[in-house]
């Protein structure tokens, strides 16, 4: 027996996506064979059927309806699999034998572009690792906004320790990289056990300077990568154009609007770990893993899906340059000082869409009518924010001012050409305008004519015949037609040529109304294809904008973080702090900024802190349980990071010293999934933070040497403590219950011990 010739076809298709589910499109339906319909019948529980396929047995195949695949993919991308869309490019009409049928685009998990697949607040990541002896380079970008990042570092320690920083950092939903580097990740336990994704091998071949530098090459349309400051950065170049490659091979079309690198130096942000990210929960919270709880939530008064992405990139990368951060805290301080100008830009920004992602749905073809509206909307308010800005003094804002580009004539354009409120889909019309293009307007007046003359053919037949129920309608198969109802079949004229008999009447037609249908269809469809050419030409000219658009989108998102940060400052009272090299962090009146948040019933105790580089490098810290302790080592750490970020402190007043790393060791858990007792934990963590800590880290450690006996512990905690003062001198706060430790004071140099203290109120008992 031999396979017939549509599941040839089929199993072709499949041989060259073989770690794809195959959406294979037979008519209205998107259906899958063999193991892949096993796969998807349970992943997606859909009932597995069979199909003839010229074999002894049936192949297992299962099917969705095309229109609504999304959700079937959202769930197959969520489960870690890749999709193939292989469409119908032929109609059965045009076809000699099979319906001519291909792959248009491979939908993974790092390069969704559907909207319902995305999350607004958060970039959608996909990374690229190449590893070569020593050296590695990292390349990572966002298909839904364009953004295209790249760096190079020596991995000399042999640990990828900063691979993991940086990857935690950006939390791609997708890596793939080159055979060295997926052979290693397979004897990491950060990469296997953590909350990344698995490396992904991908072709070798695409790793090779000369392929990758050619492909970043075409598409930046540039001669040279100089101006993106990464033209020697060989490890660099070799991820990021086996990333432009796999994109090619992915998608199919071209993407336009990933037209900008940024070389990403070694010094200009500060990278968090993910144990520190977890234990300051500063994008979702320990115990539910949720953002409300957490300092993103507290920080977020953004008002636009672009900022919230902002925000979210700035929480988890700080700077590690003062200047910038200055430049950033200026301008928040401008806000919170004009409350004319801060509120004007909240309000006129809760107009604006996500320009970003409406670039790059442009350029990638895939931008529909509604999404013009917004486009227009968005358009419409950038001269409003502009006036606004336009007497500010900060640099940042100026910046931001300089950078928004008003398109006057694309949104000329778009007002002219798209209906206020159009369809979702092109093929049901009514997308242009009227007035917008003489050529339809005649042919819609054509068929808005000939269906009132319908009517009035209706009403005339009615009076003619006296058949008081007659009427016209109309179906695919036989188009326009007169319907009687049986009771009236002896008044029927002698000119009516009979067509169809239904159930309880039959149906005529005569010369007359099919000469008008011919010219009412034939204007519907003609109006269509032109409404659909002339869409074209306007998505068309949008894309000449791109680069303006994400300009602006960049501009817009930044502006919206400033006012977030200016309405969270003004809100809960904070101060500026001052950022400084001269190695102090002194912190007066702080507070816990999400606990003082949350508190509502009393109000939140503030403490001072002061730390620096000689005398005051180490604070020990004792007290009872529930006194507070891990809390005013949290508090700290997040106003050091609050600070980094740009954004204003909770504290009276605070002068803050450039740190490169924050490490934190807080609580007791247990990884027992991952062969990792509590105890085995702590010692993990600690001994990273030991080995990648410098004099300008800051630590924080709560409790080590609790998971195990007590003088056991007790040496673990004293030799830790022993090794920061003496190694690399590290500010670091130290909770601890072992008293004994207190004695470092007057043995190790730049130890100072604090205790939380405790006052006792009638029957309830204060912590101060």
């Given at each position: 027996?031999?396979?017939?010739?549509?599941?040839?076809?089929?199993?072709?298709?499949?041989?060259?996506?073989?770690?794809?589910?195959?959406?294979?499109?037979?008519?209205?339906?998107?259906?899958?064979?063999?193991?892949?319909?096993?796969?998807?019948?349970?992943?997606?529980?859909?009932?597995?059927?069979?199909?003839?396929?010229?074999?002894?047995?049936?192949?297992?195949?299962?099917?969705?309806?095309?229109?609504?695949?999304?959700?079937?993919?959202?769930?197959?991308?969520?489960?870690?699999?890749?999709?193939?869309?292989?469409?119908?490019?032929?109609?059965?009409?045009?076809?000699?034998?099979?319906?001519?049928?291909?792959?248009?685009?491979?939908?993974?998990?790092?390069?969704?572009?559907?909207?319902?697949?995305?999350?607004?607040?958060?970039?959608?990541?996909?990374?690229?690792?190449?590893?070569?002896?020593?050296?590695i380079g990292v390349a990572w970008a966002d298909i839904s906004t364009g953004d295209f990042f790249l760096?190079?570092?020596?991995?000399?320690?042999?640990?990828?320790?900063?691979?993991?920083?940086?990857?935690?950092?950006?939390?791609?939903?997708?890596?793939?990289?080159?055979q060295s580097m997926k052979l290693a990740s397979k004897t990491i336990k950060t990469f296997k056990y953590d909350i990344l994704p698995q490396f992904s091998c991908y072709y070798d071949w695409a790793y090779q300077f000369e392929t990758a530098s050619k492909n970043l090459l075409m598409q930046l349309k540039v001669n040279s990568l100089k101006a993106y400051e990464c033209d020697n950065k060989k490890f660099a170049i070799c991820a990021a154009g086996a990333l432009i490659e796999y994109f090619k091979e992915t998608q199919k079309r071209s993407l336009a609007h990933i037209n900008r690198l940024s070389y990403v130096k070694d010094n200009k942000y500060m990278y968090l770990d993910s144990n520190t990210l977890r234990n300051l929960e500063i994008v979702k919270t320990m115990r539910d893993g949720k953002k409300y709880g957490s300092l993103l939530w507290l920080l977020d008064q953004t008002e636009t899906a672009m900022g919230a992405r902002c925000l979210y990139s700035w929480i988890t990368q700080p700077l590690n340059d003062i200047a910038l951060i200055d430049m950033r805290l200026d301008a928040v301080e401008e806000l919170i000082n004009s409350i004319q100008i801060r509120e004007g830009i909240k309000e006129k920004l809760s107009g604006v869409r996500d320009l970003e992602r409406l670039a790059a749905k442009a350029a990638y073809g895939s931008i529909n009518p509604k999404d013009c509206i917004f486009l227009a909307n968005t358009l419409n308010a950038l001269p409003q924010i502009k006036y606004l800005l336009s007497g500010t003094k900060s640099a940042a804002i100026r910046e931001i001012d300089n950078n928004i580009i008003c398109l006057e004539d694309l949104l000329t354009l778009l007002n002219s050409a798209i209906n206020e409120n159009p369809p979702q889909t092109l093929k049901d019309g009514g997308i242009i305008k009227k007035g917008y293009n003489s050529e339809l307007d005649t042919l819609r007046e054509a068929s808005h004519g000939g269906k009132r003359w319908l009517a009035e053919l209706e009403a005339s037949e009615r009076s003619k015949t006296g058949i008081k129920n007659l009427k016209i309608g109309y179906n695919k198969v036989f188009g326009y037609y007169i319907e009687i109802t049986k009771s009236y079949l002896s008044q029927v004229p002698i000119n009516y040529i009979?067509?169809?008999?239904?159930?309880?009447?039959?149906?005529?037609?005569?010369?007359?109304?099919?000469?008008?249908?011919?010219?009412?269809?034939?204007?519907?469809?003609?109006?269509?294809?032109?409404?659909?050419?002339?869409?074209?030409?306007?998505?068309?000219?949008?894309?000449?904008?791109?680069?303006?658009?994400?300009?602006?989108?960049?501009?817009?998102?930044?502006?919206?973080?400033?006012?977030?940060?200016?309405?969270?400052?003004?809100?809960?009272?904070?101060?500026?702090?001052?950022?400084?090299?001269?190695?102090?962090?002194?912190?007066?009146?702080?507070r816990h900024p999400v606990v003082e948040a949350l508190s509502k019933t009393e109000d939140f105790i503030p403490n001072d802190t002061y730390l620096d580089g000689g005398d005051n490098?180490?604070?020990?810290?004792?007290?009872?349980?529930?006194?507070?302790?891990?809390?005013?080592?949290?508090?700290?750490?997040?106003?050091?990071?609050?600070?980094?970020?740009?954004?204003?402190?909770?504290?009276?007043?605070?002068?803050?010293?450039?740190?490169?790393?924050?490490?934190?060791?807080?609580?007791?858990?247990?990884?027992?999934?991952?062969?990792?007792?509590?105890?085995?934990?702590e010692m993990t963590e600690v001994a990273n933070i030991l080995n990648a800590a410098t004099d300008k880290s800051l630590i924080i450690l709560d409790e080590v040497g609790r998971g195990t006996s007590t003088f056991d512990g007790l040496s673990i905690a004293w030799s830790v403590m022993e090794y920061i003062s003496k190694k690399f001198k590290a500010k670091s706060l130290f909770a601890t219950h072992y008293h004994q430790l207190t004695e470092l004071e007057d043995i190790l140099e730049g130890v100072k011990n604090y205790r939380v203290l405790v006052k006792e109120i009638g029957d309830t008992i204060v912590f101060l």
């Open positions: 027996m031999a396979l017939t010739p549509m599941m040839k076809q089929y199993l072709q298709t499949k041989e060259k996506y073989k770690d794809c589910i195959l959406f294979y499109r037979l008519g209205d339906f998107y259906e899958m064979f063999f193991d892949d319909a096993i796969t998807a019948s349970k992943v997606l529980d859909l009932v597995l059927t069979g199909r003839d396929c010229g074999l002894k047995e049936r192949a297992p195949m299962c099917g969705i309806p095309y229109h609504s695949a999304e959700g079937y993919i959202a769930k197959l991308i969520e489960n870690n699999y890749k999709v193939a869309i292989c469409e119908q490019l032929t109609t059965p009409e045009e076809s000699k034998g099979l319906v001519v049928r291909d792959v248009i685009k491979v939908v993974t998990p790092g390069t969704v572009m559907e909207e319902s697949l995305l999350n607004q607040d958060k970039n959608n990541y996909i990374a690229s690792v190449f590893l070569q002896e020593e050296s760096t190079q570092f020596n991995n000399g320690k042999g640990d990828y320790a900063k691979l993991s920083d940086i990857l935690v950092s950006i939390m791609p939903s997708e890596i793939i990289c080159n009979r067509k169809q008999t239904i159930a309880n009447a039959e149906r005529y037609i005569t010369p007359e109304l099919k000469s008008v249908e011919n010219k009412i269809i034939g204007a519907d469809e003609q109006s269509i294809r032109l409404e659909i050419r002339l869409f074209g030409d306007i998505t068309a000219e949008i894309c000449n904008y791109i680069e303006a658009m994400q300009k602006s989108a960049k501009a817009l998102a930044t502006l919206d973080v400033l006012q977030s940060f200016a309405q969270t400052a003004k809100k809960y009272n904070y101060c500026k702090p001052n950022i400084s090299n001269d190695d102090v962090l002194s912190v007066e009146d702080g490098r180490i604070m020990i810290i004792t007290g009872p349980n529930m006194a507070g302790k891990s809390t005013y080592m949290r508090q700290v750490a997040l106003i050091t990071l609050m600070a980094h970020i740009g954004s204003y402190v909770p504290a009276k007043r605070a002068k803050i010293s450039l740190v490169n790393r924050i490490f934190t060791r807080v609580g007791a858990t247990d990884n027992l999934a991952f062969d990792q007792s509590t105890f085995m934990v």
